[in-house]
């Protein structure tokens, strides 16, 4: 080869190079001044076994804004524990200047009925179309243990706010690019707290023993309908409803044994309200991200697989315009590197990561998997969708507006035009109704107030004076009235099952109807004169009376979540005083009875509360649980008079230690006989009963990996019972009769009919109250809150 042709081939080496490179580093010289992550954090974000801090995070946002007129920084809150809540906004500094007219343009195109009528309102909607710019949102960090996400949002604002890159000034131009770099601070604390405490010892890379977020740990990406988290009104109120992005691209971390990315489609079913536009705008936009990431030559790509679009709860922006583009990056152990072979690799629902298919591809063949390679997958991940959003910006507000031009298509005649939630004087319900009222108002919903003379009510004058009946209305012809269908309207779960019969699991729960787990009855109108209501503050109403308690709450070593939900409700409510959390050495060690009340055990499973963290998974001060002793000091407590109240799995704990003549009957059952993933059920009442005093005859129960009792009266010779069956109170039962499915999906109900869901049980002077459901579910089951204070006080 001559030294010509050896200069030929070298160059056209270097140019196959250049257009192979990942997407996600700049190809050119970047603007001078801007600093980079590490100039702030010391290391470089993806780094094998470095964590930030999240005032570390906030600082290089600080210094972003300061160096970069690309660039603003806010701080819109306080979170949970007080650390800043923050948004970046990142576009060309001409786009910055005019946010207020965007704003304007993103509002209008939301709600068409500001642009007037008929073909006068698309010629408008034509020109903010042609003016506008495409607005994703990108949020990181709500699971703190997923560090991929929060570390690559700084990597994602660096190459924003320094390259020259045409494809960067393109997106810049094209876009408006709002960016939560945690939706959960305090977890990042958390986290990397645990992480540097225990690296460099046998517990590196596992997960902290606390929750991290404070209240909710994992479910705080469940509270997208309820609103009830400090964290989640901010993003929604102060972004979502001031921005209305057509995109919201949610980066998330799974497990480490299946694919390395997940991107939509999402798998069968999809939540029947949700636009057919939004299906569209996530089909396309997530099939062309895996095609464009395969082309690069990444590994391991799943689409239409693992996760649903089934639930409110995880997807507000699927009922407010925006497509949801959910990633799912394979972890590492926090930010330690792991090392898996070929045939580890395991399947979930919808494809098999050992074996190539049409949602599948190419395979991962294994090896040392690291935080690198997550900050790797999640940039290029994140500026393909921006790329997208900037090359087909008209095309995502044409179809942004089509959505709100569908919804407030006015209602044919006859057909189903609003949802009246009614409103007594003193009624029992009334407190639930105007909680339910404030969902639907913080989600972007006109509300009107009539009373019973049609005549408008200023929804001001209800807390200060005597009414008459009134109807909270609810008009079906408005923007994001998909919202109002999905929380209102109980809707029964497909049932899917694979070629052998057996149920295809859901990704998350299969019920979301607030108005049955508020116990709210929501009337449908077909017919009715609405008139628009000026918007006011919310109303507050207290209801309810009862003699405060002091209360405790078992604290498992091992988080339990429910734990989370039930500390942040005692504290809402206060309806108890003295809440107290009892972690397993204060009860093992601790004379309960002259300290509390009554003592509640949280949903846990009953092996995780009595022997806690196997051996050698945690330090030894962590593993044990309650053990022998904490048992024997409860047993002490109830029967020197206390109350101790299990939820849900946690009754299964007391069943067993405690020797009480009752029985699981749906323990141990396959799938194919019964199974009930997340739903809600009907029950029946003895209302006599001191646990179920001033309630409806018919209640209902979150029910989810739920026992159900029997009561074993005649006990078999030689048992060792503690208690005799007569000590034991059914106070709630599935229906005799009657279907016990409310919303969701129930298989094997006939086997749960006439069995026992609440259970009251003596045990010396004081008592057990065994709660087969969770009645405090995610602070959104107000409708059995009663019984849940009644057990704890008493019924008095």
Same mark, same amino acid.
């Given at each position: 080869?001559?030294?010509?042709?050896?200069?030929?081939?070298?160059?056209?080496?270097?140019?196959?190079?250049?257009?192979?490179?990942?997407?996600?580093?700049?190809?050119?010289?970047?603007?001078?001044?801007?600093?980079?992550?590490?100039a702030?954090?010391g290391?470089?974000?993806?780094?094998?076994?470095?964590?930030?801090?999240?005032?570390?995070?906030?600082?290089?946002?600080?210094?972003?804004?300061?160096?970069?007129?690309?660039?603003?920084?806010?701080?819109?809150g306080?979170? *949970?524990?007080?650390k800043?809540?923050?948004?970046? *906004?990142?576009?060309?500094?001409?786009?910055?200047?005019?946010l207020?007219?965007?704003?304007?343009i993103?509002?209008?195109?939301?709600?068409?009925r500001?642009?007037?009528?008929?073909?006068?309102?698309?010629?408008?909607?034509?020109?903010?179309?042609?003016?506008?710019?495409?607005?994703?949102?990108i949020?990181?960090?709500i699971?703190?243990?997923?560090?991929?996400?929060?570390?690559?949002?700084?990597?994602?604002?660096?190459?924003?706010?320094?390259?020259?890159?045409?494809?960067?000034?393109?997106?810049?131009?094209n876009?408006?690019?709002?960016?939560?770099?945690s939706?959960?601070?305090?977890?990042?604390?958390?986290?990397?707290?645990?992480?540097?405490?225990?690296?460099?010892?046998?517990?590196?890379?596992?997960? $902290?023993?606390?929750?991290?977020?404070?209240?909710?740990?994992?479910d705080?990406?469940?509270?997208?309908?309820?609103?009830?988290?400090?964290? *989640?009104?901010i993003?929604?109120?102060?972004?979502?409803?001031?921005?209305?992005?057509?995109?919201?691209?949610?980066?998330?971390?799974?497990?480490?044994?299946?694919?390395?990315?997940?991107?939509?489609?999402?798998?069968?079913?999809?939540?029947?309200?949700?636009?057919?536009?939004?299906?569209?705008?996530?089909?396309?936009?997530?099939?062309?991200?895996?095609?464009?990431?395969?082309?690069k030559?990444?590994?391991?790509i799943?689409?239409?697989?693992? &996760?649903?679009?089934?639930?409110?709860?995880?997807?507000?922006?699927?009922?407010?315009?925006g497509?949801?583009?959910?990633?799912? *990056?394979?972890?590492?152990?926090?930010?330690?590197?792991?090392t898996?072979?070929?045939?580890?690799?395991?399947?979930?629902?919808?494809?098999?990561?050992?074996?190539?298919?049409?949602?599948?591809g190419?395979?991962?063949?294994?090896?040392?998997?690291?935080?690198?390679?997550i900050?790797?997958?999640?940039?290029t991940?994140?500026?393909?969708l921006?790329?997208?959003?900037?090359?087909?910006?008209?095309?995502?507000?044409?179809?942004?507006y089509?959505?709100?031009?569908?919804?407030?298509? $006015?209602?044919?005649?006859?057909?189903l035009?609003?949802?009246?939630?009614?409103?007594?004087?003193n009624?029992?319900?009334?407190?639930?109704?105007?909680?339910?009222?404030?969902?639907?108002?913080?989600?972007?919903?006109?509300?009107?107030?009539?009373?019973?003379?049609?005549r408008?009510?200023?929804?001001?004058?209800?807390?200060?004076r005597?009414?008459?009946?009134?109807?909270i209305?609810?008009?079906?012809?408005?923007?994001?009235?998909?919202?109002?269908r999905?929380?209102?309207?109980?809707?029964?779960?497909?049932d899917?099952?694979?070629?052998?019969?057996?149920?295809?699991?859901?990704?998350?729960?299969?019920?979301?109807?607030?108005?049955?787990?508020m116990g709210v009855?929501?009337?449908?109108?077909?017919?009715?004169q609405?008139?628009?209501?000026?918007?006011?503050?919310?109303?507050?109403?207290?209801?309810?009376?009862?003699s405060?308690?002091?209360?405790?709450?078992?604290?498992?070593?091992?988080?339990?979540?429910?734990?989370?939900?039930?500390?942040?409700?005692?504290?809402?409510?206060?309806?108890?005083?003295?809440v107290?959390?009892?972690?397993?050495?204060?009860?093992?060690?601790?004379?309960?009875k002259?300290?509390?009340?009554?003592?509640?055990?949280?949903?846990?499973?009953?092996?995780?509360?009595?022997?806690?963290?196997?051996?050698?998974?945690?330090?030894?001060?962590?593993?044990g649980?309650?053990?022998?002793?904490?048992v024997?000091?409860?047993?002490?407590?109830?029967e020197?008079?206390?109350?101790?109240?299990?939820?849900?799995?946690?009754?299964?704990?007391?069943?067993?230690?405690?020797?009480?003549?009752?029985?699981?009957?749906?323990?141990?059952?396959p799938?194919?006989?019964? &199974?009930?993933?997340?739903?809600i059920?009907?029950?029946?009442?003895?209302?006599?009963?001191p646990?179920?005093?001033?309630?409806p005859?018919?209640?209902?129960?979150?029910?989810?990996?739920?026992?159900?009792f029997?009561?074993?009266?005649?006990?078999?010779?030689?048992?060792?019972?503690?208690?005799?069956?007569?000590?034991?109170?059914?106070?709630?039962?599935?229906?005799?009769?009657?279907?016990?499915?409310?919303?969701?999906?129930?298989?094997?109900?006939?086997?749960?009919?006439g069995?026992a869901?609440?259970?009251?049980?003596?045990?010396?002077?004081?008592?057990?109250?065994?709660?087969?459901?969770?009645?405090?579910?995610?602070?959104?089951?107000?409708?059995?809150?009663?019984?849940?204070?009644?057990?704890?006080?008493?019924?008095?």
């Open positions: 080869m001559n030294r010509r042709t050896l200069v030929l081939v070298v160059l056209l080496i270097g140019l196959v190079c250049l257009c192979v490179q990942d997407l996600s580093k700049p190809t050119e010289s970047a603007v001078q001044g801007i600093p980079a992550p590490e702030v954090l290391f470089k974000p993806g780094d094998d076994r470095k964590l930030a801090s999240w005032n570390q995070v906030v600082e290089y946002f600080e210094r972003l804004d300061r160096a970069s007129d690309r660039v603003t920084f806010q701080v819109l306080k979170s *949970t524990m007080q800043p809540f923050v948004l970046a *906004t990142i576009s060309a500094p001409e786009n910055l200047a005019r207020e007219e965007y704003k304007v993103q509002g209008q195109l939301a709600d068409p500001k642009l007037g009528t008929g073909a006068s309102r698309d010629r408008k909607a034509a020109e903010l179309v042609r003016r506008g710019k495409t607005i994703v949102l949020t990181c960090g699971h703190s243990t997923e560090v991929g996400s929060y570390l690559s949002s700084m990597l994602i604002a660096h190459r924003l706010a320094s390259s020259n890159e045409p494809e960067i000034q393109n997106i810049l131009q876009t408006i690019i709002l960016l939560v770099p939706l959960n601070p305090d977890g990042v604390d958390v986290v990397k707290n645990w992480y540097d405490k225990t690296l460099g010892t046998p517990y590196e890379g596992t997960d $902290p023993p606390e929750l991290y977020h404070k209240y909710t740990g994992h705080n990406n469940r509270d997208w309908y309820a609103f009830t988290q400090v964290e *989640t009104q993003t929604v109120d102060k972004i979502h409803k001031v921005w209305h992005p057509q995109i919201v691209h949610d980066i998330h971390q799974q497990g480490a044994m299946g694919s390395r990315l997940f991107l939509p489609p999402y798998m069968q079913p999809v939540e029947p309200n949700v636009p057919k536009q939004i299906v569209e705008g996530y089909t396309e936009l997530g099939n062309w991200m895996a095609r464009e990431m395969r082309a030559g990444f590994q391991g799943t689409t239409n697989s693992t &996760y649903d679009a089934w639930s409110p709860s995880r997807a507000y922006s699927h009922y407010h315009g497509v949801r583009i959910l990633s799912e *990056t394979a972890s590492a152990k926090i930010a330690t590197p792991i898996l072979k070929f045939d580890q690799l395991t399947s979930r629902e919808g494809y098999n990561p050992q074996k190539e298919s049409a949602n599948f190419p395979l991962w063949r294994g090896g040392e998997w690291k935080l690198r390679d900050t790797n997958y999640m940039t991940a994140a500026f393909l921006l790329r997208h959003a900037s090359e087909n910006r008209q095309q995502w507000l044409r179809r942004f089509e959505i709100g031009k569908e919804a407030v298509r $006015p209602i044919r005649s006859g057909s035009a609003a949802y009246a939630l009614p409103i007594s004087p009624g029992s319900q009334n407190f639930r109704r105007f909680q339910l009222a404030g969902i639907l108002a913080r989600a972007g919903l006109d509300l009107k107030f009539f009373d019973d003379k049609g408008r009510v200023n929804p001001l004058s209800l807390s200060n005597p009414f008459e009946r009134v109807e209305i609810v008009p079906l012809d408005q923007p994001y009235s998909a919202f109002a999905a929380v209102l309207e109980p809707i029964r779960y497909p899917l099952r694979d070629a052998s019969g057996h149920p295809i699991p859901p990704y998350d729960a299969t019920a979301h109807a607030l108005s049955l787990l009855n929501v009337h449908k109108a077909t017919t009715l609405l008139r628009k209501l000026s918007p006011g503050r919310p109303i507050v109403f207290q209801a309810r009376s009862f405060p308690v002091r209360v405790g709450v078992y604290k498992s070593s091992q988080p339990s979540i429910d734990r989370g939900w039930t500390q942040w409700l005692l504290e809402q409510e206060r309806e108890t005083k003295d107290k959390l009892l972690p397993d050495e204060l009860i093992r060690s601790k004379e309960l002259s300290d509390f009340d009554s003592i509640i055990v949280p949903d846990q499973q009953a092996r995780t509360i009595l022997s806690g963290y196997r051996q050698g998974a945690m330090p030894p001060e962590l593993t649980g309650l053990g022998p002793e904490g024997k000091a409860l047993r002490e407590y109830i020197s008079g206390g109350t101790v109240v299990f939820l849900n799995r946690a009754s299964d704990f007391a069943i067993e230690q405690f020797k009480l003549p009752i029985k699981n009957v749906v323990a141990g059952l799938r194919t006989e019964f &199974y009930v993933p997340g739903s059920l009907r029950i029946e009442l003895d209302t006599t009963h646990i179920a005093q001033s309630m005859k018919e209640s209902i129960a979150w029910a989810e990996e739920s026992p159900v029997e009561v074993m009266e005649n006990p078999a010779t030689g048992s060792e019972y503690s208690v005799p069956a007569s000590a034991v109170k059914v106070v709630a039962w599935y229906p005799r009769v009657s279907d016990p499915l409310l919303s969701g999906w129930l298989l094997g109900g006939n086997r749960i009919k069995k869901a609440l259970l009251e049980v003596k045990m010396g002077k004081g008592r057990v109250v065994l709660f087969g459901f969770r009645p405090q579910y995610r602070a959104q089951s107000l409708a059995t809150y009663p019984l849940f204070f009644n057990a704890l006080s008493g019924g008095s």
